[in-house]
């Protein structure tokens, strides 16, 4: 009897541990891992992320960057921490097709994340140099049609929102045209946009704009269902005819698998609140993205569905990054 009690004893005190852990949290600095350089929409978003949660807890949350191998090393770094909800990560269509189209990756895509939230989604223009000579999506793929594999289009790597969008593209409009892949979205692929070198991206549009404004760039359509709020006046790309057309850059935060829910739904409602706040809405406008800040069951159906959506894409194309 006295053993009963003593394991009866023992299972409640386990089914109370994770409320009284979530209750307490955090009661120490907390790290969000950044896999990518300072200055990007990762790092700007992430920042704004970790003083929101600074502030509202009174505990420090410390951006953390952790760039290389197109986000892996620092998303390895996060998914390996232990699942006690003090280190967190971004993630974004790269980590959700990672080590689906790579043997190397040292993380599972798939299975070694809890997700917390969908922080914004961040529409892509498609944008042409102004010496191309078509200013919508019919015209582009007309002139790709007559002249197939003569056209050349920008990535900022392999497997990246930028990349599978175009590849999506090239399915549903039957065309082909030449990848040519950079380290990133800016730098030398912008200056090669700029120059002509290079004739079709997509793009974010917070590096853009100012480009698309001064007509350096045009910008013929957006890749999200919605018309961007800050160029209405610029179709989407289904609008344009490619029924169905959906693709964009989103940003979310994650945590290693294992995070006891009860501190993983702290962290997202936290986030939900900050997100709904006209200034940070605002903000995240400004520099070319939505707001979200859903439910971890909601972010977790996004993810998997981005991550399938993508590969099939991916594996139509012979999408390999290894």
């Not at 529409?123 to 010496?131: A, F, G, I, R």
Request: hydrophobic share 45%; proline share 7%; net charge positive.
């Amino acid at each position: 009897m006295k053993g009963r009690f003593a394991i009866l004893t023992a299972v409640l005190t386990a089914a109370f541990v994770l409320p009284a852990q979530a209750q307490t949290y955090p009661v120490k600095p907390v790290r969000m891992i950044l896999s990518y350089p300072p200055g990007g929409a990762t790092d700007v978003l992430g920042r704004m992320m970790a003083r929101s949660l600074s502030d509202a807890w009174g505990v420090p949350v410390v951006a953390d960057n952790r760039p290389g191998a197109s986000g892996n090393i620092g998303t390895n770094l996060c998914v390996k921490s232990p699942p006690d909800g003090y280190t967190m990560c971004f993630v974004a269509v790269a980590q959700a097709m990672a080590s689906r189209l790579s043997s190397n990756v040292p993380f599972d895509s798939l299975k070694d994340f809890t997700h917390v939230t969908l922080i914004a989604s961040m529409p892509m223009l498609l944008l042409v140099h102004p010496s191309l000579p078509v200013k919508n999506v019919p015209e582009l793929i007309a002139l790709a049609k007559r002249k197939p594999g003569g056209l050349n289009y920008a990535s900022s790597g392999g497997g990246a929102a930028h990349h599978l969008g175009m590849e999506l593209l090239k399915q549903q409009a039957g065309v082909d045209i030449v990848l040519i892949t950079y380290k990133g979205g800016g730098g030398a692929q912008l200056a090669d946009q700029m120059a002509g070198r290079v004739e079709i991206a997509f793009n974010l549009a917070v590096g853009v704009l100012p480009f698309v404004k001064e007509g350096k760039l045009r910008a013929i359509a957006v890749s999200t269902k919605e018309r961007f709020p800050i160029l209405p006046a610029v179709p989407t790309v289904a609008e344009s005819g490619l029924r169905g057309f959906e693709a964009s850059s989103w940003q979310g935060l994650s945590m290693p698998a294992g995070v006891p829910p009860d501190i993983v739904r702290r962290v997202s409602a936290e986030l939900a609140k900050t997100l709904r706040t006209p200034e940070i809405r605002e903000s995240i406008l400004r520099m070319g993205g939505i707001a979200v800040g859903n439910m971890p069951e909601e972010f977790s159906a996004f993810y998997r569905a981005e991550s399938d959506k993508w590969f099939k894409v991916a594996k139509t194309a012979n999408v390999r990054i290894d």
